[in-house]
């Protein structure tokens, strides 16, 4: 196999066998054996080299520049193009060598991961193509300008120097690295020079035989035949657009082109010169590289970039289209399949499900896309009904249903798709996707292998999970959590026991929130710990004004806190609850934690620990909720609790007249059970004076409710009872 141009092979010389000085100056010495050779430069090699390895030197720094701007580079290809590096194959060795080389002597693996510098390498070859084009362009349109003024000076100054302005004329037609051809008024092409004529490939008297006007091309726009007119017309002195020829072979030619008009000594209309540029290989490495930025390297789909780009198109105003869809799908279990077998393993994943999805969106106005990870959209573009979009989701899990054959092993694959459609009048590119991913996540919270449908009541409450659950760290950090105490009252006379500690959220938007708008965020996102210790230390706090100011008589006050299950697990709840109440000056008894019936049950012995500790300190523990989990009553003796907190579904039954037998005997059974294990019962949402009378009689020890006062400030606590 024949070794490319720009790469290395055995023969190389001497020198480069030994360490270079550095990567750029390698980088540059495999450059210049690979485009001197195609150079029509002045400069001696050593000359050459010494300027290629001052534009690497340029290309390394821009490589690792922070921020990255690859526009840099654009200058690299002007030099190249200022050193006379313009031959056919120039541009595409210099790309060669840069893709080849580049990253392997001028980037630093300690400062840039190997996916992030080719990524940046395949830019700055974007970026130096561009650069090596405008200069290109900027020399061509000079030499068009000295051609232009060479085809003027030959009409006007025939009189004097006729035979000298058209000798110098035809050096330049002839010789000229452009395509020129004269025409007259009427678009008849008169005279060509070689290089336009082996543009067409074919022979000059072909060329000569044919029309201007007959030159057109299916991907033509409007505009270049309007500007033609004018310029037939007198109307125009010249124009300059980009366009394209069909060959007689089939093939494509890309040009940039500029028609001029050339008038006589006494200013009438007489040729049109026509020059061309060949730009077809310069548009087909823009194509490739576009294609590089578009498209997902593992699967081959459409990526994140093109997909908004496509998005935006459809949905913006004038674009002909009225109705959108979207199936936002993501794998259900796919870091399992990484974490387990492998990353490579699950790449092979990835280009199968890809494989088959791409099977299932081959409608018209339909596009699949890869986003990130084991993430695939398939937009539809005016799907003829919402259902249309629903059926594409069903085909795709219909698709991804089989197991997929991977080394040997069956790989069984599920996937949650979010479903969006609607009019493009009521959304934005950004509204879509958000959508789609939220209602994609609901159908994974619903057991995934499946799709949900968009819903907008659904999307909000979504979005305004995701705003507190964000805004909650600068809301503790800004003071924006009080505490209402509502009083536990002691049944048998009706005196005030304590209180439990209610944390509120004082949101600036959304006004006061309770916890069950934001203590299961801060549960899911570890802020519980920082917001109980916050919530711990204000109420012992409180307790103590409370003892200080005689609140509660002979017996001081105590008060109730509740434990998160995130809390329970914390390495560090004994210590801090130590240094709390010392800090304080309050004692243990005073004190009193509460945990959910389900996070004590689930706790084994070692997650126990901590409580035991801080009930052998005299700290209360509280059972709340209790009824609400799946705990075998027998349970209730391995605990260290001290109280249990009957949950107020089972005392609802109370709140008539008479009260409802069943439960009745439920909770006089608990109550009895309780007081053996020699647990104190605690009863909550206690609300009229008939259900407080049924649960004093059944032996309850203590209570909290309406009935008796709603959460509070705590100034207000003396007065609650």
């Known amino acids: 196999m024949t070794a490319s141009p720009w790469e290395p092979t055995g023969d190389l010389p001497a020198d480069l066998g030994t360490e270079p000085p550095d990567g750029p100056r390698r980088f540059a010495r495999i450059l210049c054996r690979a485009v001197f050779p195609v150079t029509a430069t002045s400069m001696t090699r050593p000359e050459f080299e010494d300027l290629l390895t001052g534009l690497a030197a340029e290309l390394a720094a821009a490589l690792h520049g922070r921020p990255f ?11 190249l193009v200022a050193a006379h590096c313009t031959g056919p194959d120039s541009l595409p060795r210099v790309l060669g060598v840069i893709d080849a080389y580049l990253v392997l002597y001028c980037a630093d693996p300690n400062v840039l991961a190997p996916d992030e510098a080719r990524n940046r390498c395949a830019r700055l070859q974007h970026a130096i193509a561009a650069g090596f084009a405008g200069a290109l362009q900027e020399r061509t349109r000079t030499e068009q300008e000295a051609l232009s003024r060479a085809a003027i000076t030959a009409q006007t100054e025939i009189a004097e120097a006729l035979h000298e302005s058209e000798t110098r004329f035809r050096a330049v037609f002839n010789d000229a690295a452009l395509g020129i051809a004269i025409a007259d008024m009427s678009g008849n092409i008169l005279n060509v020079n070689d290089a336009l ?75 049109m010169m026509t020059m061309m540029e060949d730009i077809s290989e310069r548009r087909l490495l823009h194509l490739r590289l576009r294609y590089q930025a578009t498209h997902d390297e593992l699967t081959d789909l459409p990526n994140r970039s ?39 393993v699950g790449d092979q994943l990835l280009i199968a499900v890809a494989e088959r999805l791409r099977a299932c969106a081959t409608g018209p106005g339909q596009l699949l896309a890869r986003i990130g990870g084991d993430e695939f959209v398939a937009l539809v573009i005016d799907p003829p009904t919402p259902r249309a979009v629903t059926e594409l989701a069903e085909r795709a899990l219909e698709a991804l249903s089989s197991p997929v054959e991977l080394g040997g092993r069956e790989l069984m694959v599920r996937a949650s798709i979010g479903v969006v459609e609607g009019s493009t009048r009521d959304l934005t590119a950004a509204e879509v996707l958000r959508s789609a991913d939220i209602t994609m996540y609901r159908a994974k919270a619903e057991g995934g292998n499946r799709f949900a449908l968009a819903d907008p009541d659904s999307d909000a409450r979504a979005i305004s999970r995701h705003h507190l659950t964000h805004h909650l760290p600068a809301a503790l950090r800004g003071a924006e959590f009080f505490i209402e105490y509502q009083p536990l009252v002691k049944m048998r006379d009706g005196s005030l026991e304590g209180a439990e500690a209610l944390v509120r959220w004082s949101h600036p938007r959304h006004g006061v929130l309770g916890p069950d708008r934001f203590i299961p965020l801060a549960e899911h996102t570890g802020l519980i710990v920082p917001l109980g210790r916050w919530v711990l230390r204000e109420a012992v706090r409180q307790a103590c004004q409370w003892q200080v100011r005689g609140i509660g008589g002979a017996r001081p006050l105590k008060v109730n806190v509740n434990l998160s299950p995130r809390q329970l697990h914390h390495p560090e709840l004994v210590e801090d609850t130590i240094a709390v109440l010392e800090e304080a000056g309050l004692p243990p008894s005073s004190l009193c934690l509460e945990v959910t019936e389900t996070a004590m049950i689930r706790a084994d012995e070692n997650e126990l ?41 089972f005392t609802q039954g109370l709140q008539r007249a008479p009260a409802d037998p069943v439960d009745l005997k439920i909770v006089e059974g608990i109550v009895s059970l309780a007081h053996t294990l020699e647990l104190s019962v605690t009863v909550e949402g206690v609300e009229t004076s008939t259900q407080a009378e049924q649960l004093r009689d059944l032996g309850c020890d203590s209570a909290q409710g309406w009935y008796y006062a709603r959460p509070g400030p705590p100034e207000r606590l003396p007065e609650a009872v």
């Open 69 to 79: 701007d690859p526009t840099s580079a654009r200058a690299v290809g002007q030099a």
């Open 197 to 271: 004529a082996r543009m067409f490939g074919g022979s000059a008297h072909h060329v000569r035989s044919r029309n201007l006007l007959d030159l057109t091309h299916p991907e033509d726009s409007p505009d270049v035949w309007r500007m033609q007119r004018e310029l037939m017309r007198g109307q125009r002195e010249h124009y300059q657009v980009e366009k394209s020829y069909a060959r007689a072979d089939g093939t494509v030619l890309w040009t940039n082109l500029t028609v001029s008009l050339l008038r006589d000594a006494d200013g009438e209309p007489r040729y």
């Open 306 to 344: 093109l997909f908004f780009e496509r998005l935006e198109q459809a949905i913006a105003t004038g674009s002909g289209c009225d109705r959108v869809g979207l199936c936002y799908l993501d794998l259900d279990g796919f870091k399992a399949v990484n974490d387990s077998l492998g990353h490579a």
């Open 609 to 649: 620990r901590p409580l035991r500790q801080l009930a052998d300190l005299g700290v209360g523990i509280a059972l709340d909720d209790f009824g609400t989990g799946y705990s075998n009553l027998a349970n209730l003796r391995r605990l260290p609790a001290s109280t249990l907190k009957l949950d107020r579904s």
